[in-house]
């Protein structure tokens, strides 16, 4: 049974403009939410991470949001740029562990 | 460069055979993870130790086995293999129980 469930599943983006990638979860014991990005020939690479006491979390370009209600959580990149180029895996944990769940992760192109 | 260590970076064996993985974690850090990484299943989390001692198991097969040495290294074998035992397989260490992960730059498997 997957438990987080992401979309989509490969994205094409301008230079400049937003990407957005979203997930969902299942399990509402979840409370700890990071997001991970994966260059080819690398292991994935924490980016950012947020907790359900806060509905948005802001590190330079990238922004995630979450709604606990929905159970849903999201990606945004703004000014996305070709660096920005990687596939980006949303996860999920719970209590203080950090045995992830993730997500199939989403292929992120930004063209020049 | 994360400064977790993997080996072997590749590797390719037989059905039926035995291989073991290596992973050298940050210094300093006390728990390690084992993750794999296919393409129909995604990045599921397979066992973690922490300073020693087996600290959770995940979707990890009776066939896998894995352990931390005082050294703080670890070994996953994997015996009996299969075709579908074919994945990168990722370690992942962190300071301790709830701290950021930093993962290794994979082993990949491949099994004929």
């Known amino acids: 049974q997957q438990q987080v469930k992401q979309s989509p599943q490969s994205l094409i983006v301008q230079k400049g403009g937003i990407s957005i990638i979203n997930c969902a979860y299942e399990?509402?014991?979840?409370?700890?939410f990071p997001w991970y990005q994966q260059f080819p020939g690398k292991g994935p690479a924490l980016l950012i991470a947020?907790?359900?006491?806060?509905s948005e979390k802001k590190e330079g370009r990238f922004t995630i949001s979450f709604n606990k209600s929905a159970k849903q959580f999201s990606l945004h990149i703004m000014d996305s740029q070709p660096g920005d180029s990687a596939t980006y895996f949303c996860?999920?944990?719970?209590?203080?562990?950090?045995?992830?769940?993730f997500g199939s992760g989403t292929q992120l192109t930004v063209l020049p | 460069d994360s400064g977790v260590t993997q080996t072997p970076k590749h590797l390719i064996t037989a059905t039926g055979q035995r291989v073991t993985l290596r992973c050298s974690p940050r210094s300093g850090d006390l728990s390690v993870y084992w993750y794999q990484q296919s393409l129909d299943q995604g990045l599921q989390f397979l066992i973690q130790?922490?300073?020693?001692?087996?600290?959770a198991k995940g979707n990890i097969l009776e066939r896998f086995s894995a352990q931390q040495f005082p050294d703080l290294h670890s070994e996953l074998n994997l015996s009996s293999l299969e075709l579908g035992d074919s994945a990168l397989y990722f370690c992942?260490?962190?300071?301790?129980?709830?701290?950021?992960?930093?993962f290794g730059e994979g082993s990949r498997l491949t099994v004929l």
């Open positions: 399990n509402t014991a979840f409370d700890y």
């Open positions: 996860a999920a944990s719970r209590g203080s562990a950090r045995q992830l769940t």
């Open positions: 947020i907790r359900p006491d806060v």
């Open positions: 130790y922490y300073n020693g001692e087996e600290r």
């Open positions: 992942a260490s962190s300071e301790d129980l709830t701290g950021e992960l930093f």
